[in-house]
C-alpha cells in the first residue's frame, strides 16, 4: 500500500514558479514510476509529466508543459517534485501525484495514457493569475 501527500500549492502570479511536492509512503517507492496529472475547472484529468523508478530518472512531459516544468525524485526521501516556472493562467488546476508499480518503458507510456495507476493522491490546487 502507498499513500500519496502533495503539498506545495498555492496562489501564483502569471511569469512566476511554484514546486510542488508529493510525499509517498511505504518502503517501494522506488519499485513504482511516479507521474503528475491535473484537472482544470470543467475539464477532463490530463497528463502532465513522468519520471520513471531509477535514480537517472528517464521523464517525459506533454507538450504543453516542456521546458517550463521539470519533474524530479529523490528515493531517499520517498518524495516526487514538480518544479513550474513561467506559469501561465491556464496551468491553473487542481494537481495530482500518482504512482504505478514497474519501471519499464511500457509503464511509462501507460501513465502518460492515465493507464496502469495504482494509487492517486489528494490532489493541491494551484492557481495562475493575469
Known amino acids: 500500500q502507498v499513500q500519496l501527500v502533495e503539498s506545495g500549492g498555492g496562489l501564483v502570479q502569471a511569469g512566476g514558479s511554484l514546486r510542488l511536492s508529493c510525499a509517498a509512503s511505504?518502503?517501494?517507492?522506488?519499485?513504482?514510476?511516479m507521474g503528475w496529472f491535473r484537472q482544470a475547472p470543467g475539464k477532463e484529468r490530463e497528463f502532465v509529466a513522468v519520471v520513471s523508478w531509477g535514480g537517472g530518472g528517464v521523464t517525459n512531459y506533454a507538450d504543453s508543459v516542456k521546458r517550463r516544468f521539470t519533474i524530479s525524485r529523490d528515493n531517499a526521501k520517498n518524495t516526487v517534485y514538480l518544479q513550474m516556472n513561467s506559469l501561465k493562467p491556464e496551468d491553473t488546476a487542481v494537481y495530482y501525484c500518482?504512482?504505478?508499480?514497474?519501471?519499464?518503458?511500457?509503464?511509462?507510456?501507460?501513465?502518460?495514457?492515465?493507464?496502469?495507476?495504482?494509487?492517486w493522491g489528494q490532489g493541491t490546487q494551484v492557481t495562475v493569475s493575469s
Open positions: 500518482a504512482a504505478a508499480f514497474g519501471g519499464t518503458t511500457q509503464t511509462m507510456e501507460a501513465m502518460s495514457m492515465m493507464r496502469g495507476i495504482n494509487y
Open positions: 511505504g518502503r517501494t517507492f522506488s519499485t513504482y514510476t
